[in-house]
C-alpha cells in the first residue's frame, strides 16, 4: 500500500487549508485512515480519523475546525482544516490502518504564520 500526500502550505492565522491522500497498491475495503501530525521537538499525534464506514474521530484541540472525510471510490481521505492557528503547525501525516498492518505516507508540512 502506497499513500500520497498532498495540499499542505503556507497559511495565515484563521485561514484554511485542504489536505488530500490517496492510497494505492493492495487496498483492504475495511480500513480506517487518518491524519497524524508531528511538530517540531513534539510526539506524533493522532488529528482526525475515519472508517471505511464513515465513523470519524478527532483530537479534542481540532474538533470544531477540521473535517475528515473520504472517497471509497478514490481511496482517497481529506483533511479539511478552517480557523487554522499557529499551534496547528506540523508535518501532517497520512495514515491507512488494516489489522495488525499500518502504512504511513510521506508527510506534508502546513505551517500557520501569524
Known amino acids: 500500500v502506497q499513500l500520497q500526500a498532498s495540499g499542505g502550505g503556507l497559511v495565515q492565522v484563521g485561514g484554511s487549508l485542504r489536505l488530500s491522500c490517496a492510497a494505492s497498491?493492495?487496498?483492504?475495503?475495511?480500513?480506517?485512515m487518518g491524519w497524524y501530525r508531528q511538530a517540531p521537538g513534539k510526539q506524533r499525534e493522532l488529528v482526525a480519523s475515519?472508517?471505511?464506514?464513515?465513523?470519524?474521530n478527532y483530537a479534542d484541540s481540532v474538533k470544531g475546525r477540521f473535517t475528515i472525510s473520504r472517497d471509497n471510490a478514490k481511496n482517497t481521505v481529506y483533511l479539511q482544516m478552517d480557523s487554522l492557528k499557529p499551534e496547528d503547525t506540523a508535518v501532517y501525516y497520512c495514515h491507512l490502518g488494516h489489522l495488525i498492518y499500518d502504512y504511513w505516507g510521506q508527510g506534508t508540512l502546513v505551517t500557520v504564520s501569524s
Open positions: 475515519i472508517s471505511s464506514g464513515g465513523s470519524t
Open positions: 497498491g493492495s487496498i483492504f475495503s475495511i480500513n480506517r
